[in-house]
């Protein structure tokens, strides 16, 4: 006989953090987009490569908009951590304040990338460089798109009163998509803005 | 005791009426056209991922038959050169794309949770929005066909063919999008097996438990999480350089046709395994059945399953070594082609094996298993000739390597598929399908193709390229083709017999009675056709064949499969831990829900939006789409995705 089934524990019931199905769909997705960026990447040094140096427009993208836009994506991420750790303890003003933030400073950024986009000389058909900057940089931007969008849904669906220490699992699903958005941003920034100057 | 919707102790009894009475009155899809729209039932899915991919599989035909008549002769025009394009790209299109790999996630969807001992798969909606969604891109790459402009650049598509300079129609716009939307379904189909195996598995279902169809689908799932982005994106790269002028594959700006076919190829190897592997799990767990004991070899097997894929990854260079690639880089992958040959042997051997040491019982479903032993052979040599690099530079784009293709994905494909619904429409639909009609169909499709492709390897040595539309008399091809053109319909009659059988048996076929073929995996367990819960009791499996145990003695303790844990607090089923199977939560599941059709519905409209310019669509498209995925994600209290309210 089969003691194993028989003393069964107590065992959480429903969509529990961590052991969510939710949380494990989250987690593949962000496998296959990371290797769609890993894919445009290695298009990237493909170019370099075949290209050989005179592929680089004159003036290389500045960091002028760049630079704080990045600072401010990487600061979203302790704001981040502030809301999911709310939510796990069930605090949620902390809740609230880290999804505030996070949302504030998400928004920053995209703007902050669309103003470096109204004042960068390249466009889209400046040859390869031109090519692949607004993809990489525009594919990234639709992943951003997606992220302050579901904060915007926790922030309200948080005000509602929906989450507590048992109940979080959509809290910590979509911190686990907002730290793959902040980490494809910075390779991102480093490809495009950092390593054509170190050239 | 604490609140037991936020945790408790699953009971532990055996099921009785007034509980399964209750569990029906959980499950079942409300009747109608309102149950068809909004069902979430895997089965339900599993069927109909079935029947459009066959659909597909007739029109791949049909195409492929046109082209049989245009080439039965020389100089014949039963199609024309530019409509020969369109029917040789959307004939393998339809093959490799809509029929090869969504026939087997027919039958994954089905068989997993039956055979994992599980209610659902991991998630239910995102399976119908991956159905819901294959269709729709099915029918958007068909549209091009519609109106004269279906894909024509090959299933492969190689810039710069493609490119708008030599290909203004809309023909590679249709190809572009399409893809990249069906491939949205197939990445979600893929995470939902992924997390289904790892989640919700029946207490005791160990990894080195699962049947071998399971390995196949998760190791054709993680393939394509991590294959299916490169092939989306390179579609998505050609389509920005026809619409909006960047430069990634346009020569004279120094862009680079290769990258097209390393995106390409990256993904569409892999890829190649993904029709195979989970078609080899068919047989690995539908061929022991009929030899009356177990598979020989069932680790190794499991093992070369996921060998060959990691392999499979590092092989795609194979496809481009007539390309000028640097020499170094053909030693390397020629090398990886052969060595890939070694795991293939180690299913073939084991298949042979339980052949040989097991009591055969000669049915139609074990005929098509053991006919494709044969085929692999011959598709696996011929492989593994162009594997070899001064071969294949003889060989590439001729005849020899069509007759490659159709050897691996007719043999290894089809001819499992067809056993597999042999097999498994008893469980289908309660009625097993006629076995004398079943031997002419065996038969009448093994000698149509031997004879359709056998002689086509000759055509290819003798030097007819592939692709061309006509040829002329002078070059000794005609009767070769004659022969191959007779052999394609009489293959292709052999493939009807197979939907009169379905066609009869659903009427008048012998009633089944839960396992027919007395065979030893947990699907055979519950009720042909089982009931929308699956599993009464959740059952607790202690072995690999659980429907066998008594009989091979090969462990103490038994699986249970009457007395089981009852869950039935709303659509429950018990999560497991991903590499032993204990139990550690009990997930709440959700129930029917139009949400995955309305979001296909959104999706098309903002294809269809950026497929003719029409951006207003596209964007009302994508607003469709967010208020579905909004109301699907909305947490809810039955699926204990919010606070439980005490009143
Ligand atoms: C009645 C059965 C079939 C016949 C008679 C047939 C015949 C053909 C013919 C005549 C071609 C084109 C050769 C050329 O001009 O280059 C072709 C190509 C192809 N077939 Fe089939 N075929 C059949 C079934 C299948 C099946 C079941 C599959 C896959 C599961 C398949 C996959 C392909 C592929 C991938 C190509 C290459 C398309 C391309 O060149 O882009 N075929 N087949």
């Known amino acids: 006989m089969s003691e194993t089934a028989r003393s069964l524990p107590v065992l959480p019931v429903g969509t529990p953090g961590r052991r969510s199905l939710g949380w494990w769909g989250m987690l593949w997705a962000i496998v296959t987009e ?72 998400g928004a920053a950024f995209g703007v902050l990338q669309g103003l470096d986009w109204r004042s960068e000389p390249l466009t889209l058909r400046q040859g390869e460089f031109g090519s692949v900057y607004y993809t990489l940089t525009g594919l990234h931007l639709a992943h951003l798109a997606a992220g302050l969008l579901g904060l915007l849904l926790m922030l309200i669906w948080s005000a509602l009163g929906y989450f507590d220490a048992r109940r979080h699992a959509p809290v910590l699903i979509l911190a686990a998509y907002w730290y793959f958005v902040v980490v494809v941003g910075v390779t991102v920034f480093v490809a495009l803005y950092v390593l054509p100057r170190v050239w | 005791m604490a609140d037991p919707e936020l945790e408790r102790r699953p009971e532990f009894a055996t099921a009785t009426v007034a509980y399964a009475h209750d569990l029906e009155r959980l499950w079942e899809t409300s009747p109608g056209i309102a149950g068809w729209l909004s069902t979430v039932d895997h089965k339900e899915i599993g069927i109909r991922y079935l029947v459009t991919a ?66 659902d798969m991991a998630f239910p909606r995102l399976n119908a929005l991956s159905y819901w969604i294959y269709v729709a891109a099915g029918l958007f790459m068909y549209a091009g066909l519609a109106i004269g402009q279906a894909p024509n650049d090959g299933w492969y598509n190689y810039v710069p063919y493609a490119n708008r300079e030599y290909n203004p129609g809309m023909n590679e716009d249709f190809y572009s999008l399409g893809m990249i939307f069906l491939g949205i379904s197939t990445t979600v189909g893929s995470i939902n097996f992924i997390v289904t195996l790892a989640r919700t598995r029946a207490p005791g279902m160990s990894v080195n438990r699962l049947p071998i169809l399971v390995w196949g689908t998760l190791t054709a799932s993680v393939a394509n999480v991590l294959a299916v982005p490169s092939v989306s994106l390179a579609f998505f790269l050609l389509w920005m350089d026809r619409q909006f002028g960047t430069h990634f594959f346009d020569v004279p700006q120094g862009g680079q046709p290769l990258l097209w076919q390393h995106l390409f190829w990256m993904y569409a190897h892999p890829w190649v395994y993904a029709l195979v592997l989970p078609a080899m799990g068919i047989v690995s767990d539908g061929l022991p059945t009929f030899c009356r004991r177990p598979l020989v070899g069932y680790a190794p097997v499991a093992l070369a399953t996921v060998a060959t894929m990691i392999l499979g990854f590092g092989v795609w260079v194979h496809h481009m070594f007539a390309t000028g690639i640097p020499n170094l880089a053909l030693a390397f992958f020629g090398g990886a082609s052969i060595v890939i040959a070694v795991p293939s042997a180690v299913a073939v051997f084991a298949w042979t094996a339980t052949i040989w040491l097991g009591r055969p019982v000669i049915t139609t479903a074990f005929l098509f298993f053991a006919s494709m032993i044969v085929l692999f052979v011959i598709g696996g040599v011929s492989g593994f000739m162009t594997g070899s690099v001064p071969v294949d530079w003889q060989l590439t784009e001729t005849y020899f390597v069509v007759a490659h293709i159709h050897y691996v994905l007719i043999g290894i494909n089809v001819f499992p598929v067809v056993g597999g619904i042999y097999y498994w429409f008893p469980k289908f639909t309660g009625r097993m399908l006629d076995e004398k009609l079943g031997k002419w169909n065996f038969w009448t499709m093994f000698i149509g193709f031997n004879v359709a492709f056998l002689p086509m390897h000759l055509t290819g040595l003798w030097g007819m390229p592939r692709r061309i539309y006509t040829y002329s008399p002078d070059m000794g091809w005609t009767t070769l083709n004659a022969i191959t053109t007779v052999g394609a319909f009489i293959f292709a009659i052999g493939v009807a017999m197979l939907l009169i059988n379905v066609v009869i048996s659903l009427r008048v076929g012998r009633i089944a009675g839960a396992n027919p073929w007395d065979a030893p995996t947990l699907e055979w367990s519950v009720p042909s056709p089982p009931p929308p819960y699956n599993f009464a009791v959740i059952p607790h499996v202690a072995s690999r064949h659980p429907l066998w145990e008594d009989r091979l003695g090969e462990s103490e303790v038994t699986s249970l499969v009457t007395r089981g844990l009852l869950l039935d ?79």
């Open chain 1, 34 to 105: 990371g290797t769609l960026f890993a894919y445009l990447l290695f298009s990237y040094g493909y170019f370099a490569v075949q290209l050989a140096g005179n592929w680089m427009p004159r003036q290389v993208p500045p960091l002028r908009l760049a630079l704080p836009g990045i600072v401010l994506l990487v600061i979203s991420v302790p704001a981040m951590w502030l809301g999911s750790f709310g939510a796990r303890r069930g605090r949620t003003v902390a809740l609230l304040i880290g999804l505030v933030l996070a949302l504030a400073l």
């Open chain 2, 54 to 119: 066959f659909a597909f599989l007739c029109a791949g035909g049909i195409e492929a038959l046109l082209m049989r008549l245009q080439l039965a002769g020389p100089d014949r025009h039963v199609l024309g050169p530019h409509a020969y394009d369109q029917a040789f790209s959307m004939h393998g299109i339809s093959m490799i794309f809509l029929y090869a790999f969504p026939v087997l996630s027919g039958f994954s969807n089905y068989l997993w949770p039956l055979v994992l001992g599980s209610r």
């Open chain 2, 569 to 647: 607090h709303g659509r429950e089923t018990i999560g497991t831990s991903p590499l032993d199977g204990d139990p550690d939560v009990i997930l709440k599941m959700p129930g029917d829900s139009y949400m995955p059709l309305l979001l296909s519905v959104g999706l098309t409209m903002g294809f269809v939006g950026l497929l003719v310019h029409l951006w207003w669509l596209a964007v009302a498209g994508a607003a469709v789409a967010l208020i579905a995925g909004v109301v699907w994600l909305w947490p809810r209290g039955t699926l204990g995705q919010r606070r439980v309210r005490h009143v």
